[in-house]
């Protein structure tokens, strides 16, 4: 029903989709004062993603979704920001968000942050703010680290808490299996139990120059994720669902983010079927996607 109601005021809604991200690599640098810790990543959007529906109402921000596991009150980022842009430019109206919820949470897929980026972009455009990209990552920023990616939604290297970003452009291609197992991964819990002294780190620029030489081998053989080992006591299924990918026939895994979601790479499009078939029978969420590619936009 509401699928219907939204699709009969075509001509008043903004329709967006929020691009989710996979880690190629991920590297915890260090912990920094503040008690946040330096990253340094390879992140890279996904055609994987949520439908978000926002019109403009009188006053107020108002959130629906699919999703009974969503808050939709402050504690949710879309609120969140758009509460910011009402508020820092004066805007003289509300909205009204409705939200159609494909990306598991405590997924490591940026779901959260790639919501808040949408909105903030649909919100730019509904209200003429023309604020840049540059300007949106900014506002994103004050309320999720992850939010600035999602606003250029461009393969990169990440750094700092997830504010600098380092574009790359080639257009590296293969087929990308996700599959979450049931339980998630609080990110608080997977870097409070991080052994910096123990920890692999993965060469962040190793794989940043086989992308760019699209040396496919090269990044299969970057593959790596400082959070995996902590993130594996919390959620053992992960480990099962990487191995069992290899055996599978797939290239490359890894655990995307702080989990739990679990990536495999392969350049045989048998394989992703036959991973798809067989990890459906295992989990809820499987699902087939690529990395995506577009061109840079100028604003």
């Known amino acids: ?13 903004n329709e967006s989709k929020s691009l989710c991200k996979v880690n190629l690599a991920l590297d915890v640098v260090r912990k920094r004062a ?37 808050p939709t009150d402050e504690k ?16 003289n109206a509300g909205v009204k968000i409705h939200i159609y919820k494909h990306i598991p949470t405590q997924a490591g897929l940026a779901g959260g942050s790639a919501d808040g980026a949408a909105v903030l972009r649909a919100m730019n455009q509904m209200f003429g703010l023309n604020l840049s990209l540059e300007t949106l990552a900014e506002i994103g920023k004050e309320v999720g ?5 999602c606003i ?18 080639n257009e590296f291609r293969c087929h990308v299996l996700i599959v979450k197992p049931k ?16 920890a692999i780190h993965p060469d962040i620029m190793k794989m940043k ?4 030489d699209n040396d496919y081998q090269g990044v299969v053989d970057s593959l790596g994720n400082t959070l995996e080992a902590p993130s594996l006591e919390i959620v053992p299924e992960i480990a099962q669902i990487k191995k069992e990918m290899i055996e599978l026939g797939f290239d490359g895994t890894l655990m995307s983010g702080s989990g739990s979601s679990v990536f495999g790479l392969t350049m045989n499009s048998d394989i992703l079927e036959k991973g798809y078939e067989f990890f459906q029978n295992k989990y809820n969420f499987v699902r087939k996607t690529e990395l995506l590619h577009k061109e840079k936009e100028k604003y």
């Open 1 to 13: 029903m509401l699928q219907e109601k939204y699709t009969q005021r075509e001509d008043e809604l």
């Open 34 to 70: 503040d008690g946040y810790h330096d990253l340094e990543m390879v992140m890279a959007p996904i055609t994987l993603h949520d439908l978000i529906y926002i019109h403009r109402i009188d006053q107020g921000i108002e959130i629906t979704s699919n999703s009974y596991r969503m």
């Open 76 to 91: 949710n980022i879309m609120y969140q920001v758009a509460q910011i842009l009402i508020e820092r430019y004066h805007i």
């Open 145 to 149: 680290a992850d939010i600035p990616f």
């Open 152 to 169: 250029y939604e461009q393969m990169a290297v990440v750094r700092g808490i997830g504010e600098k970003l380092e574009f790359i452009d």
């Open 183 to 198: 339980k998630g991964v609080p990110t608080k819990k997977s870097f409070g139990m991080l052994d910096l002294a123990h």
């Open 209 to 212: 120059q086989s992308i760019e």
